[in-house]
């Protein structure tokens, strides 16, 4: 029965993204791992939506897979053009650790990814917004 199957929540893992050092029109994103056990089968799927001047606007989905993520260690997932700022942002994680498959939902809801929701991003040592 469902009630039966045990329900864990993703602890210690966190999306980031980071203005680009190089673009001022571009973002980072990146998965962390602040876990101190190694990650594996990490599958992200990445997508835009919402609405711009009355249009629906939907952005493709991509998916990004890493055989494995160490412990205290971060990837780098995709760049985000800031036009894209206006979107709802979304970041779908599933992975496995100890013998489970977890998965969890990150979403940066239009207008969320400014300097007002700065923090320093670990690993980095830079400033960008991050959800855990």
Not at 92 to 112: A, E, I, L, T
Request: no cysteine.
């Amino acid at each position: 029965m469902k009630k039966d199957i045990p329900q864990h929540k993703v602890l210690d893992l966190a999306i980031a993204v980071v203005p680009d050092e190089k673009d001022p029109d571009l973002w980072q994103s990146y998965v962390i791992n602040l876990k101190d056990e190694e990650i594996t089968n990490v599958l992200i799927n990445s997508k835009g939506y919402g609405n711009r001047d009355g249009e629906e606007i939907k952005t493709s989905v991509l998916r990004h897979f890493f055989e494995s993520i160490g412990p205290l260690q971060m990837h780098k997932i995709e760049p985000i053009p800031s036009d894209l700022f206006g979107l709802t942002n979304e970041y779908w994680v599933s992975f496995r650790h100890d013998n489970y498959m977890y998965d969890k939902k990150y979403v940066f809801v239009p207008g969320s990814l400014n300097e007002l929701n700065f923090t320093v991003i670990p690993f980095l040592n830079k400033k960008g917004v991050m959800i855990r």
